[in-house]
Each structure stands twice: as C-alpha cells, then as structure tokens.
Nanobody
Framework: QAQLVESGGGTVQAGGSLRLSCAASGRTFRSYGMGWFRQAPGKEREFVAAISGSGGTTLYGDSVKVRFTISRDNAKNMLYLQMNSLKPEDTAVYYC?????????????????WGQGTQVTVSS
C-alpha cells in the first residue's frame, strides 16, 4: 500500500510562486503515473496535472497550463508541482495521487492512492 505525503503549501500573494512536494513510499514508484488534483470549498475536485511513470508525458488542466509544471524524481520517490503566477482562484487543498498504471491522465477514476492534502491560499 502506497503512502503519499504532501508538503510545501502555504499563503502567498497573487503573482507569487509555490512549490509543492509529494513523498511516496514503496520501491515501485517509477511504475506508476502520478497526478495533482485540487479542491476548493464547495467545489468538486479538479484535475491539475499528471505525469507518466518515466516523466516523459505530462498533461495539465486548462486553468493552470503554462503557469504550473509537474515533475518527478524517481530516484528519490518524489513528485513536484511548481506553481507560478498564482491567482486567488488557485486557492484550494492540493492532493497528490498515484495512478493505477503507468499514466493516469485527468480522471480521478484512474487514481487509487491519495495524500492528505496541503492547503494553498493565494491572497489578492
């Protein structure tokens, strides 16, 4: 059973940057796609970004394209989300998640393990 622990959330002013990290347990990290989703109060969980097991394929939600970058370090079992040009509408709890296969894409149904989430607040 995989365990995922996010870190790096916090409060930042609009236009600022944050880098989220996700530490994953297990020796098969590179065998699974990973993703980031977010959920704001009163809203459904929203796809942010996905990356394949090798890191060679990435996908982004329309609202974060160009501004966010997903990456992974398979040697360290780490997943990252670099967030630039943050906007107040980016405020949400951000979740790290592991796909059931080498690549999960944008659907929550393709992901099984989820972290506890980290709060990101962007003030205007």
């Amino acid at each position: 059973q995989a365990q995922l622990v996010e870190s790096g959330g916090g409060t930042v002013q609009a236009g600022g940057s944050l880098r989220l990290s996700c530490a994953a347990s297990g020796r098969t990290f590179r065998s699974y796609g990973m993703g980031w989703f977010r959920q704001a109060p009163g809203k459904e969980r929203e796809f942010v970004a996905a990356i394949s097991g090798s890191g060679g394929t990435t996908l982004y939600g329309d609202s974060v394209k160009v501004r966010f970058t997903i990456s992974r370090d398979n040697a360290k079992n780490m997943l990252y989300l670099q967030m630039n040009s943050l906007k107040p509408e980016d405020t949400a709890v951000y979740y790290c998640t592991r796909a059931t296969t080498l690549y999960g894409g944008s659907s929550t149904e393709r992901y099984t393990y989820w972290g506890q989430g980290t709060q990101v607040t962007v003030s205007s």
